[in-house]
């Protein structure tokens, strides 16, 4: 019997809810290369109904403007392409931001009961909302203090409104993953703009708009404002944390926590030593770097003197080793006292599960009070880390006799331990 021909569904074949589904997976410009591929695929791009196809595979519920009673997307293309831009908009800030030192060197805000965070997460909120929140050390345990900061929404006419409570504010990109927040200018300056442009002489406007133009203006007309509404007006910049948790290729990258114990515990690189002497949660960002090498950086606050990132560990090797191990390797290991970060002035004895080992050479200073002689050293120390089951870890130096374990922050996106 004569075999019949396989029958494939070709893209044009396909009913238009599986195109839109297929487009709203795509960043903007994918699925602008996309729609020139075919008629089918140009037309499901310039679709009214593609904005909602992305509400929901982003699990909102449908945006306001494509309702009945909104009035506007389905039957206007300008504000269905406005609504797109505004969904992809609040997708692109979706996870970790890291805040930056301000250029006066302490942590403005816009509000004095904010907290000295250097972390913030844009989470999805309830009506298909985006909400920021400063993430902060808190007093129960491993917990993670999360405290209001901004909350983005897509007004009727499709485009994104920010605000911080009752105070406007913009969220700006500075290219892909810097950010800028800022409050919103409001003043009467166009009605000074329309008396000038009726009375003034052409030298005078040309003055007039240039300096309004200039680098500067915008900084001095938002510091007028300030100053007479009495808030802090300088802008908060934040970065991205691109990899802020685990993969099985790199199980140590993302972002940690751990909470100190007394500084006798602690065996570690000189400016981590230096800030240990209180029991408070703090947060370390391990990231892989281009040349293959292993960076572990303390996230602190950014009003500090070393604010920002204060290195803990470094290095080349992303080698482990493998079950078995050696009868020294394993004596390395029990012998060592576990800093869990538990709320007791002792560490833990007990011994976890361990299903690799990286061996490391910190580049960092370490300083360790259990040693008899000082290390010959200090800048080429070895140590070890430890790849628990539970795809934890812990991480020690030689000459040392504890292990410091380190928790996740998050998890699929949401805040592990949060108090709100």
Known sequence: MEALPAVGTVLEDLPEDALLAILALLAPPDAAAAACACRRLAAAASSPSLPLALALRLGLPPPRPLLPSGGGADSDPAAAARLLRSLHRLRRLLGLWRRLPSSSGSASGYRSSSPPSSLAAFEWAPRGTLAASLLAPSAHGLAVSKFPFVTLSIDESGETVAAMGDVPVCVNFVGNNHIVVETTVVSGDDDDEAALEGSSPPEVMYMHFANRRSPGAGRKRRSKQGRRRGRAMEAEHFVRIADAEPTEARPLQGLWKFRNMEKSHLATPKSFWGISESRTLEFYLVTYDDIGGITCRQVSDTRGQNSGFTPIFWTTNTTFLEQPFS?????????????????????????????RILCINSSYDVVNLHLSAPLDDMRNVEGRIWLYEDRTFGFGFSGSNSIIDLKHVSSDGCILDALH
Do not use: P
């Open 327 to 355: 009868e020294k390797e394993l004596d390395h290991y029990s012998r060592r006292e576990h800093i869990q970060g538990v709320d007791s002035n002792h560490a833990a004895t007990e011994n976890r599960a361990v299903s």
